[in-house]
């Protein structure tokens, strides 16, 4: 394998930025110093003015394979992620079949290991019935169990309190859940369906997924991990109100934790007008003063990880009528250099962009090896340019989709290279669709 040497870039890594140099050998990181130009490498790149990041671990992906793959698959939403300097995900198990036991885990690893473009794992999903296929799992390979305690797309609904019980109690690897209150949402539907007859707008989204009904759910979760000492991962918080149940400090610490969203830490309601179905998603974007409070508990580490729910589906889908438009929006190509965008209007520092979006995954799901610039750890980089502004545009996007909620947004930084295991799998314009470099994630468990 070919080995890189990345001079003078500025490293943003574990609290602090300090330009030096990168020797990668082997897939590896074999040096970090003040001074490697003397070193040989079959390629030297001088980063001069660039910021050098570790790769971001997306930990709620959706990838559509098997059976969605018209709204998207392994090759082309990974390809996407890594143009947006992705290089590791955790894929979702709402799929058709739905991924539920092991024989789905299996086909899935085997497809992701001939197609895809960045490291992956999957999700074991959970139902009301799979138990014993939950508490078989296999720490070391599979990244959590999904539980959606709320509808959204697909039908893996754990609706019955036993079931979630005994999920809580036995479930030997991280729970990551979707928390929103169907009970509640479905009343909130139809009331507002009877107000507006056949024809309810998008802006009654955050009202029919309403604080209520995210509460009802996350503190529902909450209160089961507590009970059981569960480790819980609560996905997408979009409201003030949820932060009251979770802590501020270091992660290291905490078995109950808390995920937000890039598109919640973008949009507020003041863009339904604007974007409609665009940004109809599960949880629903909210308030502004919701989408400041995730702002700030990401800033204040009541927030540990900052993902992307990319969640692709068609433009024709999209531009059905509200109330049958499904949810979800594409996101991965742009997560990163919009919450460099966020860097630059003064709302997060670097630091904390690659504590939340890189490092934290990593410490969170216990990933061997990856999420930090280390001697001896993967070279999972991203080589960004802070001042190359893009103006986003459905046109140039790399989903099969063919769309993006960011559709004229100007963001000043660009990704520039893309490493996955030492391997250059984008180079700022092109994804070089090299299979061979991903390669599943492993969990120190
Ligand atoms: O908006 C969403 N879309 N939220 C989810 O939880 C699922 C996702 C999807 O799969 O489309």
Redesign the pocket.
Known sequence: MKSTLILNACVVNEGEQRTCDVLIKDGRIEAIANDLKHETADRVIDATGLHLLPGMIDDQV?FREPGLTHKGDIASESAAAVAGGITSYME?P?VSPPTLNMDELEKKFARAAERSVANYSFYLGASNHNIDEIRAVDPTRVCGVKVFMGA???NLLVDDPEALDLIFRDCPILIAT?CEDSGMIDANAERISEQYGGDVPVEMHPVIRDVEACYASSSMAVALAKKHGSNLHVLHLTTEKELALFTAGDLAGKRITAEACVHHLWFSDRDYPERGNRIK??PAVKAQSDRDAIREAVRNDVIDVIAT?H?P?LLSEKEQPFMQA???LPLVEHALPMLLELYHQGVFTLEKVVQKACHNPAIRYQVANRGFIREGYAADLVLVDLNAEQQIQDGSVRYKCGWTPFAGERFRARICQTFVNGVAVFDGTQVIANTDAAQELRFER
């Open positions: 959706h979702m709402n959204s797309t697909g979707h998603c599960n729910d969640a589906h499904p949810a979800g």
